[in-house]
């Protein structure tokens, strides 16, 4: 018999980046669905034009909800399956934790890259709006040990004027928050000596484009310990941040 040879370190969330990666969009449905389901927590599929965003949460009684994003649309680990996978690892060390959880909303959005749909659409119809008090958005995560966050702007005009323009602009689900009057920051892991240099990117399109993750934006790239690293630094943020 040959020896059976237990790896020190599991690849388990890289894994499950890779089968959302590999999916077509009503496989990953599928797969996010079933995996919020084992949770114990709730699935609710939201269908609007072209789109389906997965919602869920616990008893949500709270007047001061938080909703922690990330778009499930795209062709790209680190953008954002690795989000995705990051937001449902936070849902099961929260649930594990005993933290109340009848604040949080996760939201798995579809059609970001597409104007960033999904979330506008489901903050169009979201019953409770006015009690929606923050926003924590994933987009980009899996590279890189540093989780930092993304500044976006919302207000695009300022690309063109040379004199205004000092900071990295990128288009994520922070956006119709923000339009809804909703406190939101965008968060994303990327090497700590790459953060630097990213501040000229004038004409961003995707996350990992503008991140620099463009042309490496693939499974081969996704480390397990980034994974578990933004986990633990977003819980930090979903529980203690402002
Ligand atoms: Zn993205």
Redesign the pocket.
Known sequence: MGQLITPYKTRSSVDLVEKILEADASGRITIIGDKISKLGYPVDVEGFDNGYNIISGKDIRSDRIKVVSA?Y??D?AY??AG?VVVVLNIMEKLRDGNYPLDELRFAFFDL??DYQKGSEYHLSKAENRENVVRNINI??CGIGDKLFEVKEKYDLRCINSPNTWTELIVR??SLPFRKYGIHSKHFATLPEDEVEGLKNNLYPK???EVLGIFGRDDISNISEDSLAYARDALIEEIIGGD
């Open positions: 778009h649309d795209g790209g953008d954002n989000g970001e890259e987009d980009g994520s689900d995707t996350v990992s």
